[in-house]
């Protein structure tokens, strides 16, 4: 089992600048894949980021430039770095931990509120 516990959130004026992480614990070995979602109300959860074991990364077209995903050395933290926010990035952020080899499992945190306004 992996937990998944995010910190960062919080309110910030359009073009400011935010550092989410994500700390997981447990049984991390097993995971190859971490990202970061988000979900604004009435919209469905899309992925925002993601990287892999090998440092591979993938963003969403809407945060490709502005954002950064990044993993400590040891695979138990990953942060996505947020610059240039803009209104519509407001959203519940959450963290994800994906095994795609072997079984395939997936890992959610609770969540961290990122409200973007003026």
């Known amino acids: 089992q992996v937990q998944l516990v995010e910190s960062g959130g919080g309110l910030v004026p359009p073009g400011g600048s935010l550092r989410l992480s994500c700390a997981a614990s447990?049984?991390?070995?097993?995971?190859?894949?971490m990202g970061w979602y988000r979900q604004a109300p009435g919209k469905e959860r899309e992925l925002v980021a993601a990287?892999?074991?090998?440092?591979?990364?993938n963003y969403a077209d809407s945060v490709k430039g502005r954002f950064t995903i990044s993993a400590d050395n040891a695979w138990n933290t990953v942060f996505l770095q947020m610059d240039s926010l803009k209104p519509e990035d407001t959203a519940v952020y959450y963290c994800?931990?994906?095994?795609?080899?072997?079984?395939?499992?997936?890992?959610w945190g609770q969540g961290t509120q990122v409200t973007v306004s003026s």
């Open positions: 994800n931990a994906l095994r795609t080899v072997g079984f395939i499992r997936t890992y």
């Open positions: 447990g049984n991390i070995f097993s995971i190859n894949v």
């Open positions: 990287i892999s074991n090998t440092s591979r990364t």
